[in-house]
Structure formats: C-alpha cells, structure tokens
C-alpha cells in the first residue's frame, strides 16, 4: 500500500537561499506516516490514550535535489514492516506531477507502554497489518 500526501512548501520552510533546510524533511516523513495509519483507520490520539508511545528508534534521509520555497510537494508513504512490535516506513519526496525524486527517507518506531517496549492489541494489529497489503 502506497499512501500520497501533498505540501507546499512554506518560506518558514526555508533558508536565506529559499532552499528547504534538511530538517524539515523529517517533519515531512511524519506528515506521511501519520496519514498512512489514519488511512488503515488508526487514531494515533486514542492510541496514546490506550497508554502507548511509538517512538522512533532509527531515521533516515538521502537528498538527491533541494526544494524550494512554494514548491508543491507529494510525500510518498510505503511500509516495510508492520508488525505487533514496531513499524518501518520508506518515504520518497517529489514535486507534484515529476518523476525525479528529491529526497528518499526511512524510519523505525517500536510501541511501548509504560517506558518498555509492547506488542500492539489486536485492536490496532488487524488494522496495521492491512497497510502491507
């Protein structure tokens, strides 16, 4: 399953050259990831009200080309893994409408509760595991 979601690059976003500063990809990685669970029907709020955190445990980025200031973006969500333990995301960033990715990213999270890793209920497993579909 493959997840699209589009951002137009704000000037915030950006340096004094009007090129998208690298952290700002990583925010965008999340943008996707979070609109790929709430596609399987995954609330992360009532998740964290269940009492479990999804930190990241590993990020990635490659940056083949910049982005720039008012650029309209699509963020590519793909999974790699879904399991009752953890989560593994690939991301690829590009202008609407062009094939040339401009920036490819990764990133690990595991579920916890209480500070330990967890396995996830059956309540989100059923509901994650379709994403691989």
């Known amino acids: 399953?493959?997840?699209k979601t589009t951002y137009r690059v704000k000037f915030f976003d950006t340096d004094t050259f009007e090129i998208v500063h690298h952290s700002n990809y990583i925010r965008w990685f999340e943008t996707g990831r979070v609109e790929f669970l709430r596609v399987l029907g995954i609330d992360l709020n009532e998740m964290m009200s269940d009492g479990i955190l999804f930190p990241i445990i590993e990020i990635g980025a490659k940056f083949h080309a910049p982005?720039?200031?008012?650029?309209?973006?699509?963020?590519?969500t793909t999974a790699e893994a879904l399991t009752?333990?953890?989560?593994?995301?690939?991301?690829?960033?590009?202008?609407?409408g062009e094939e040339k990715i401009l920036t490819e990213g990764t990133s690990t999270n595991v579920f916890t509760s209480n500070g330990k890793i967890c396995r996830l209920p059956d309540k989100y497993s059923v509901r994650l595991a379709r994403g691989l579909e």
């Open 84 to 96: 009752k333990a953890k989560m593994k995301f690939n991301y690829a960033i590009r202008k609407v």
């Open 67 to 76: 982005a720039k200031f008012d650029d309209e973006l699509e963020i590519e």
């Open 1 to 3: 399953m493959t997840v």
